[in-house]
């Protein structure tokens, strides 16, 4: 990595340190999220399908499972959107002072995947504290991915869209994606919702918590959609970057 | 000019700022109504379970969820949105003469009549998009205006607190979703729980509008008074917010 891209991330994690008040949402929100749904949903169990199994388990630990991707993948989308909206003046910035498209495109994925991983690493803690998955690299790993994907949405929505309508779509979208299509309960999928961001994370996730089987194909199947995604925001990043 | 004149041109150019932008009116129709059609589809998937105990089918449920969610998150993402931007200019009108309170019901009076556009948009895509028909679509109106402007001051409180847009978008974005799972009444969750949830009266409001087309009177109380308590809060945190220090006879 060249000393352009080292400084320009050195100085965004600076700028992150210098936010008390993120740093400090970023703990407790996903406390406040994972935390409280564990807590409100009633003592009860339930059958639900997974990797062709019927596995019986609590509601609290299947809403355990369930809602952590969807609280990694909703705050590492705000962060991609706003990551973008505010570093357009400094990349601007910056490329007029010689930083290559390519070294902007270096450091700002960097810093995506430092707020994706710090946001997923919160949210496992807390989970963790109160649910132990089959598998714990594979639940830590389907997280991080769900993250990441949402992180690079989330870029690519805050180039696209208004900062309301950005808002509001990943305040949305994650929501609905994750935890109402991808839900294993929602036996009566249509065919489409395999091509929402969360379909083989969720899946991913759920094999991690609660099989000792683990589907390789869910995780290739995400690596490959974050790969997808990764491309177009790398597109659209540059796009925005170019000097006219 | 008299009082209510300096109101209105405050209302009118602040509602202006926001109407004037054509993505912005595109946006109050489209999101609502692609927020409840989605709700309704993915609802839709899921075949009833034994926990599942709702007053209505669960597509009315579905469709009545994203009314509520549309509304008050649309409202609320506004609300800070409003309070972030408005925040230099009117304190910079404050210190300028211009009284905090004509600023004040400007800001508020907009993001009132913003809900009740956005509660009325949610009302005709209710009453179009339910299979079964809506009894009383003014209670529906009325319960979605209460979600709305309970939203709008929450945004504006939670900009208050946290000024910044990526803060204040991440902690109203969990506030949002975890209320309307905890409103929507999926989970039989205790009661002193739901009674935490901003919007859960507004949305018993609606549930019962468009099941019995009756006022749900005994829910109304509380809804008014959450709005009258955050709306309390959110007129403190504003005046606080664009209010001239004054010290030592200096404004600084």
Not at chain 1, 123 to 144: E, H, Q
Not at chain 1, 208 to 216: E, I, K, R, V, Y
Not at chain 2, 111 to 122: D, E, K, Y
Request: aromatic share 8%.
């Amino acid at each position: 990595m060249n000393t352009r891209i080292t400084t320009a991330v050195t100085m965004g994690l600076r700028e992150f340190r210098r936010t008390p008040a993120l740093i400090g949402l970023l703990i407790a929100l996903p406390l406040y999220f994972i935390g409280g749904f564990m807590y409100i949903v009633p003592e009860a169990t339930l059958t639900i399908p997974i990797s062709g199994e019927s596995v019986t388990v609590t509601l609290s630990e299947f809403v355990a499972a369930l809602v952590t991707p969807v609280t990694a993948g909703l705050l590492s989308g705000i962060v991609g959107l706003f990551l973008m909206q505010s570093s357009k003046a400094a990349d601007d910035r910056l490329r007029l002072a010689g930083y290559r498209s390519r070294d902007l495109v270096v450091s700002r994925v960097s810093l995506l995947a430092a707020g994706g991983l710090i946001v997923s690493a919160v949210s496992l803690a807390i989970v963790l504290v109160g649910f132990s998955p089959v598998s714990i690299p594979a639940f830590v790993a389907a997280t991080v991915l769900t993250a990441l994907i949402y992180g690079v949405l989330g870029v690519i929505i805050g180039v696209s869209l208004s900062r309301l309508a950005g808002v509001y779509v990943m305040l949305f979208f994650p929501y609905v994606d994750m935890l109402l299509f991808q839900n294993p309960m929602a036996t009566d999928s249509t065919a489409w919702t395999k091509a929402l961001p969360g379909y083989f994370t969720t899946k991913a996730t759920m094999d991690a918590a609660f099989t000792q089987g683990l589907d390789l194909w869910n995780f290739i199947g995400a690596v490959g959609y974050f790969t997808v995604v990764l491309i177009v925001g790398v597109v659209v990043f540059h796009r925005v970057t170019a000097i006219e | 000019m008299s009082l209510l004149s300096r109101y209105a041109a405050g209302i009118r150019a602040s509602a202006l700022s926001f109407f004037r932008e054509p993505l912005n009116l595109v946006l109050l129709v489209v999101l609502p109504a692609a927020s409840i059609q989605i709700f309704g589809v993915a609802y839709g998937q899921f075949p009833e379970f034994g926990f599942l105990n709702l007053p209505a089918s669960l597509d009315a449920t579905a469709r009545i969820t994203g009314a509520t969610f549309a509304t008050g998150a649309l409202a609320g993402v506004l609300g800070l949105f409003q309070l972030i931007s408005a925040r230099d200019a009117d304190h910079r009108l404050s210190i300028c003469g211009f009284p905090a309170l004509d600023l004040l019901v400007a800001r508020f009076a907009t993001l009132v009549v913003i809900s009740l556009v956005i509660a009325g948009v949610s009302t005709l895509t209710l009453v179009g998009l339910l299979s079964e028909p809506v009894a009383s679509p003014l209670f529906v109106f009325m319960g979605l205006t209460l979600v709305g402007v309970i939203y709008a001051m929450l945004g504006i409180l939670v900009g208050a607190v946290l000024p910044r847009a990526l803060e204040g978008s991440l902690a109203l974005v969990i506030l949002a979703d975890m209320d309307n799972v905890i409103a929507s009444g999926i989970f039989p969750i205790q009661d002193r729980i739901t009674q935490l949830s901003p919007t859960s009266y507004g949305h018993e409001v609606v549930t019962r509008a468009v099941l019995d087309g009756e006022l749900a009177t005994g829910e109304l109380l509380p809804a008014l008074t959450i709005v009258a308590v955050l709306g309390g809060l959110a007129i403190l945190a504003y005046t606080h917010t664009v209010e001239p220090i004054v010290s030592g006879g200096v404004v600084q």
